[in-house]
């Protein structure tokens, strides 16, 4: 089954490039998600604000039983932890180009620029491990995943991957009824498809016909080519 994740920045992610990924963050360098929406919503006006425009918040599916397929490595943090917050200092007081960790992934909580402000008391010796962690338990939930290497970004799916496989399938299906409907042969029935304006009008993401049915499209192929079905 595949899940839904979210990404708030101040565009949209087609494509993800960890070579764009800023270094010295909570899991080291790599692309960031949340499975909770309202906080990638409040991520997207941050990051917005800072450009002086409006933020966005990208979705992405989430192909979570590709990580034992893929054999990639994982970190989990249930919660704050004194492991959580070792692992957060390590990475962010890491100074170098290099990870601190070889994980693929890493999902656990956030540390926020509240959370931030206690690590550097923390740091400062303001604060004990034990009272800041305490402090911790009463704040409200929060989620990050972050990817960290090349072979773990296939299990998430871009909007584009999602658009592209949608025309696939969509594609198939038509070919397949004007097939059965028409008595026509494959090579028949996508030199009809493709060559027609109905496909011309589905490529074209501009006209959104993308986010139709299949079957309206092959309403749609019907209507221009004055085709009826085959009782």
Same mark, same amino acid.
């Given at each position: 089954?595949?899940?839904?994740?979210?990404?708030?920045?101040?565009?949209?992610?087609?494509?993800?490039?960890?070579?764009?990924?800023?270094?010295?963050?909570?899991?080291?360098?790599?692309?960031?998600?949340?499975?909770?929406?309202?906080?990638?919503?409040?991520?997207?006006?941050?990051?917005?604000?800072?450009?002086?425009?409006?933020?966005?918040?990208?979705?992405?599916?989430?192909?979570?039983?590709?990580?034992?397929?893929?054999?990639?490595?994982?970190?989990?943090?249930?919660?704050?932890?004194?492991?959580?917050?070792?692992?957060?200092?390590?990475?962010?007081?890491?100074?170098?180009?290099?990870?601190?960790?070889?994980?693929? &992934?890493?999902?656990?909580?956030?540390?926020?620029?509240?959370?931030?402000?206690?690590?550097?008391?923390?740091?400062?010796?303001?604060?004990?491990?034990?009272?800041?962690?305490?402090?911790?338990?009463?704040?409200?939930?929060?989620?990050?995943?972050?990817?960290?290497?090349?072979?773990?970004?296939?299990?998430?799916?871009t909007p584009r991957a999602k658009i592209n496989g949608l025309?696939?399938?969509t594609d198939n299906v038509i070919v397949q009824n004007l &097939? &059965?409907?028409?008595?026509?042969?494959?090579?028949?029935? &996508?030199?009809?498809?493709?060559t027609s304006d109905t496909y011309t009008q589905y490529a074209?993401?501009?006209?959104?016909?993308?986010?139709?049915?299949?079957?309206?499209?092959?309403?749609?192929?019907?209507?221009?080519?004055?085709?009826?079905?085959?009782?």
């Open positions: 089954m595949i899940g839904v994740v979210y990404h708030g920045s101040y565009t949209t992610i087609d494509d993800i490039d960890l070579s764009f990924c800023r270094k010295g963050r909570d899991f080291g360098q790599g692309f960031y998600v949340t499975k909770i929406r309202s906080q990638a919503e409040d991520w997207a006006i941050r990051k917005g604000k800072q450009h002086k425009i409006e933020g966005v918040v990208t979705e992405f599916g989430f192909h979570e039983e590709l990580i034992d397929v893929f054999q990639l490595k994982v970190l989990r943090f249930e919660g704050y932890s004194k492991e959580w917050l070792d692992f957060i200092v390590a990475n962010r007081n890491n100074k170098s180009h290099q990870q601190t960790h070889d994980y693929d &992934m890493v999902e656990g909580p956030v540390a926020d620029d509240d959370v931030a402000t206690r690590i550097r008391d923390y740091l400062r010796g303001n604060v004990s491990k034990e009272q800041f962690l305490k402090e911790l338990t009463h704040r409200l939930p929060s989620h990050q995943i972050c990817f960290c290497t090349e072979r773990s970004l296939p299990v998430l799916i025309f696939a399938q &097939m &059965m409907d028409y008595g026509k042969t494959e090579a028949e029935a &996508m030199d009809v498809y493709y074209n993401e501009e006209t959104g016909w993308y986010k139709k049915s299949w079957h309206e499209i092959y309403q749609a192929l019907q209507k221009e080519l004055n085709l009826s079905i085959k009782p």
